[in-house]
């Protein structure tokens, strides 16, 4: 988020000062690693979250057109700065890996027959297939078929034109685009405070992790995009508009093989339906990885608990955050969720034949010898009051924007880093709406739908998706 919002930045002032402040002793490490998340271009092929299923039965895809939007406008951006150059290699950090969605039982097929139903002539959804048919099925995923019950009613959806992300290395790309035009970064320093002072000038001060020796900074504007440590920084700036605000720590576990035999029988992302009470950020994948051109498989999340609010923070977070302004929030957060708490118990105490069994739901053959678990990044869901007053837990993003535009944060997560970019344009339009206007020609250079919706247009979403596929070397 950061890395995107100063590559904007740089672009629209290139005479303003950028000064990058990392904690840990290199970038990426967080939510950004490879490892950290499924690293799916999310873009609503084949997350059934975003397409849930109305009390008439109808299928709502408000939000999955929202969200293959934003990707879009993603794609666009990334697509400008290959062309300039400042990602060079886009196989670096994209890859085409086909979306699926894949259920079993009658009602499961019957509700993917009816997503498809509503996805299928729409301009960002062109090209999606459906298939309840084993064999058709089996050619997309040769892992889901074999061992699987005949009898058994399935169904999938494929899109060919999805991709897999390496969001780490589209950061460090981003990262040394920005130092080569004159950015700082400074890795190694830790921001304990922040105060505004009466001239308007934020003062931030901190530690460097070597040697413990502190540090301070005036900048006019600031912006935490500290992954899950963002709520905490927030209120320590005091700004108003995080008051109520709590955050949700949720953490988790993938299955992982490199087994080349293994991989070398599935290129796709897999997505199927959450467990009843399960946040939809732990809906179960079977998923390509390409990192460092290298593939692997990997199968999860298994939700668990922390109180962390980042993987390498302290397990005092949760606790740091509790305030007078929040307590109601958190409590009535808990007490509406106890699904979710419920939920996330029972992943915590589940035991690795439980794990392996829930792979198997996936890919019936499979041996667990064959897969090891590896941790997850952390997320922190968004905990406020929502327009009834009464506490939620928010799954997706949210900006937390000071009233006079000096410093604004990211809280959640999922979709997260594939929709950075119109996430970043929500910043600029929020903290310099005096010169969004006369940033309008350079926006719509770097992104050329700047201002419309291509979801209304099937030629220009057609004309605008081709040539961003053609510049990023993916299938249109």
């Not at 990602?87 to 950090?93: E, G, I, S, V």
């Not at 034109?161 to 920005?178: N, S, W, Y």
């Amino acid at each position: 988020m950061s890395a995107t919002l100063g590559s904007l930045l740089n672009r629209l002032e290139p005479s303003w000062k950028i000064v990058i402040l990392e904690r840990l002793g290199d970038i990426a490490q967080e939510s950004s690693n490879p490892w950290n998340n499924a690293g799916t271009g999310h873009s609503a092929l084949c997350e059934l979250n975003y397409t849930p299923e109305r009390p008439d039965g109808t299928i709502d895809i408000t939000n999955a057109v929202k969200v293959n939007e934003q990707f879009q406008v993603s794609r666009q951006f990334w697509s400008t700065l290959v062309e300039e150059g400042t990602l060079p290699q886009p196989q670096r950090f994209i890859n085409t890996v086909p979306h699926m969605t894949f259920v079993w039982g009658e009602t499961n097929v019957e509700y993917l027959r009816k997503r498809f139903e509503a996805l299928k002539d729409h301009p960002l959804f062109a090209g999606m297939e459906y298939s309840e048919d084993a064999r058709q099925i089996r050619q997309w995923a040769p892992l889901l078929i074999p061992g699987r019950a005949k009898s058994e009613p399935i169904a999938a959806t494929y899109m060919k034109v999805g991709t897999d992300i390496d969001f780490g290395a589209l950061t460090r790309l981003l990262i040394d685009g920005l130092t080569a035009k004159g950015a700082e970064l400074r890795l190694g320093h830790r921001v304990t405070g922040l105060k505004r002072t009466r001239d308007g000038i934020w003062h931030l001060h901190g530690t460097r992790e070597v040697g413990s020796a502190p540090f301070d900074l005036d900048a006019r504007f600031v912006f935490v995009g500290a992954g899950g440590g963002a709520l905490n920084l927030l209120q320590r700036s005091g700004i108003k508009e995080i008051r109520g605000y709590g955050g949700f720590p949720i953490s988790g576990q993938f299955f992982r093989t490199d087994d080349p035999a293994i991989v070398a029988k599935h290129q796709a992302k897999v997505y199927g339906k959450a467990s009843v009470g399960a946040p939809p950020m732990s809906v179960p994948h079977l998923d390509t990885r390409i990192v460092d051109g290298t593939p692997s498989l990997l199968f999860g999340p298994y939700a668990g608990f922390s109180t962390k609010y980042l993987k390498q923070g302290s397990l005092l977070d949760l606790f740091a955050a509790l305030r007078p302004h929040n307590l109601g929030t958190f409590i009535g957060a808990g007490l509406k969720n106890l699904d979710l708490v419920q939920y996330l118990v029972k992943e915590v105490l589940a035991s690795r034949a439980h794990k392996v069994a829930s792979l198997r739901e996936f890919f019936p053959n499979a041996d667990g010898r064959d897969w090891r678990l590896i941790t997850a990044g952390q997320r922190v869901q968004v905990m406020k009051r929502g327009a009834d007053g009464k506490a939620v837990i928010q799954f997706g993003t949210e900006v937390v924007a000071g009233a006079d535009g000096s410093i604004a944060g990211l809280l959640g997560a999922s979709p997260g880093a594939s929709t950075a970019v119109p996430i970043m344009l929500d910043v600029l339009a929020r903290c310099f709406p005096g010169r969004i206007g006369d940033w309008e020609p350079e926006l719509k250079r770097l992104i050329p739908s700047f201002g419309t919706q291509l979801s209304s247009n099937k030629a220009t979403a057609a004309k605008v998706m081709k040539a961003t596929a053609k510049e990023l070397g993916i299938p249109a």
